[in-house]
Structure formats: C-alpha cells, structure tokens
C-alpha cells in the first residue's frame, strides 16, 4: 500500500508528488486523460512558485526555458498606443512546466498513470481506497485530490463548491501559430467598444497563446471557437494586414468562475489547486496558489505520516486546511478585484492587463 494517491498530474499534483517523493514518502500519481497534453493554460509562474521549484530541483531549467521581463506591445482601436515591460514573473506554457515536473518525478522513480479514472473513494480507519473505471483499485494512506476545477474528487465527497459561475463565456483562448507577427512582445489589441484580442508568444516555440472577445451570433450568443472565428476577431481588433493564423492546436472557452470549496478535508482525502477553489484570471495567480497548495500539503503529509497517527500527526493535518483555506478565500476576493481592474483599463488608450498586476 502507498503512503498517497494523488489524482491529477496538472501543476498542484505533480508538484505533491515530487514533494512528497523527495521527503521519502511513496506516492502514486493518477490521471484521468490519456496521455500528457501540450497546451499553454496557465503561463506566468511567480516567484513564490520558483522557490518551491528550487526546492525540488527544477527551478534553473524552468527559468532557461522560460521568458523574463516580457513587454506588452498595446494598441487601440488598432494604433499601436506603447510598449510596457512587465516583471511579474517567468512566462512559460504550462504544458512545459508539466514535462520538467514529470521528468523529475520519473528520476525519483515514480511514472505517472493514465487513463486512470476515480469513480468511487471508500475510507475507513487504516486508509482510503480508490475505485477506478475499468474495475481496478488502489489504496494508500491518503488521497489527495488534484483534479481541477471539476473534480471528481471533490464530487464523490459532496464537498460544496461555493460561489458563482457567469453564464456567458468571457472569452475565447486557444494556441495559435501567426507567421510574420512579431514575438518580441504580447501583442494586446483593444477597442473603444471594449472588445480584446491578445497574442502571446510562447517561449522555445512558435506558438501564440490566442485571447480573444468571443464571436457573437445574431441573438448575441458567444459562438464556439474555431480557427475561422479566431481570424475574424483578429482581423477585426488588430487590422494587420497580411497575418493569417495557423495550426490551431487547442481551443476553448473561459468564463467568470468565482468558487471555493466549503472545505479542503474530508478525513484522509485532501483538496488541492483549481479542485479547491477557482477564480478570474487575472494576474495569473490560479496555477501558483495551486503550487502553493502542494507544497503545503506536501508538509502535512510528510508530517502526518512521520508521526504515525499521534497528535503529532493530527496537527499537521489540521495545519493545511487552517493555513489555505483562508489562502484560498483571499486569492478568490483579490483575483477578483485585479479582473475588475483589467476590465476597465483596457478601454484606455495605453493600458492593458498589467492592471491586474501587483
């Protein structure tokens, strides 16, 4: 039997794992998908977010992978208005920082498995066993839920997820190649009516992260992404002429989502990252608080598990929820605020979402 499961191998849970693996503590990584993925999500990491991966091992790769000090190149109304260096932290695909993550892990001796879907969590006493789509089981002392914003996890507990959920998608992102436009900066298009369209150049690649205002129909309901729709609202924000985008390799949506989960513990089962709480954009805290919550419950495990069930132990339990919920209802009020900034900056000529930065 483990020590941990953790289900989820996103930012929060592989950063659990390495942590919980170089403190001599036997874990095994479970995720749902079937293989890694390679899309840009999540891209600035903070300088918190470096000192826990210092502490692991990976920190001088992350940073020669990624890019420091990036400009935002803003225009309006599609002038180019001014250039703004930014230094917020390191910008890098998330994707990226998953492999460096997985490869550490693997040299600590542990593989990531996948397609291995939770279904069903049984606790008792001794520890908690995990039941997989397909008939299969695990058991170990813990389990950790690392699972995003829709976790199963969090779902089979019947742990609340508290807040509200805009109906409307806010914007459209994907991953993009864009032959000819510059990638010495974020581009940032915006319009007096307060519509955005924004490239980001990905580093070590020739990719674009895409955020844009979504397509409206006739009844003005957002329309789903496509590579077509993409070039519509960059053609109509940025009004260059002769850039046409590519290759599209990942498509979404995102909307307002303010909600944190009633609780982080549920005896031996622990919420972590987007599973625990999730919240606007702005400002990029979403994938390093869950960082920080890794490294945390990387501590009250290791804690818990040294003391072998004696207060000692329950202490260190109990120290996790008591230091990140709060963490967690904090980052919720303040994500919150910097997006109420970004919004009304950018229908200012010059300004764009470093609003939401600081």
């Given amino acids: 039997m483990n ?8 930012p929060t849970g592989l950063t659990l794992a390495c ?12 995720d749902q998908r079937p293989g890694p993925h390679r899309e840009s999500r999540g891209k600035v990491l903070a300088p918190a977010s ?4 210092a502490r692991l091992g990976i920190a001088e790769r992350i940073s020669a992978i990624g890019t420091h000090g990036v400009v935002l190149r803003k225009y309006f109304d599609g002038a180019h208005i001014t250039d703004t260096p930014t230094d917020a932290g390191v910008l890098i695909a998330q ?17 990531v498995e996948h397609d291995a879907q939770v279904v069903g969590i049984d606790q008792d006493a001794d520890g908690v066993t995990v039941r997989l789509a397909g008939g299969h089981s695990a058991r170990a002392g813990y389990l950790a839920g690392c699972d995003g914003g829709r976790s199963t996890t969090r779902r089979l507990l019947g742990i609340p997820f508290e807040g509200h959920t805009e109906e409307a998608p806010t914007m459209v992102i994907g991953d993009v190649r864009a ?3 510059s990638r010495a900066f974020w581009h940032q298009w915006f319009t007096s009516e307060g ?6 150049p990905m580093p070590q690649t020739d990719v674009f992260q895409l955020q844009a205002s979504p397509e409206l129909d006739e009844a003005g309901r957002a329309q789903a992404p496509t590579l077509e729709g993409f070039q519509r609202l960059f053609d109509r924000h940025a009004r260059v002429q002769g850039i ?8 979404s949506t995102w909307r307002v989502n303010v909600r944190m989960a009633a609780r982080m513990r549920e005896g031996r089962v622990f919420l972590a990252g987007d599973a625990a709480h999730v919240h606007p954009i702005a400002g990029g805290l979403g994938m390093n608080t869950g960082i920080l919550d890794a490294a945390a419950l990387g501590r009250a495990l290791a804690g818990a598990l040294a003391g072998q069930g004696g207060a000692d132990a329950l202490d260190a339990l109990d120290a996790y929820e008591a230091e990140r919920l709060p963490a967690a209802a904090a980052l919720l009020a303040d994500s919150t605020e910097r997006h109420h ?11 764009g979402t470093e609003a939401g930065l600081g």
């Fill in 3 to 10: 020590d941990v499961l953790i289900a989820g191998s996103g």
């Fill in 19 to 30: 942590e919980l693996a170089l403190r001599g503590v036997s874990v095994r990584v479970l």
């Fill in 50 to 53: 470096l000192e826990v991966f």
């Fill in 95 to 111: 994707w990226q920082i998953e492999q460096a993550l997985r490869e550490r892990l693997a040299g600590l001796g542990v593989e």
């Fill in 179 to 181: 032959p000819g436009l």
């Fill in 195 to 200: 519509g955005a369209m924004m490239l980001c």
């Fill in 244 to 251: 046409r985008l590519a290759d599209p390799t990942w498509m």
């Fill in 341 to 351: 900034r970004v919004l009304a900056a950018v229908r200012e000529p010059g300004r």
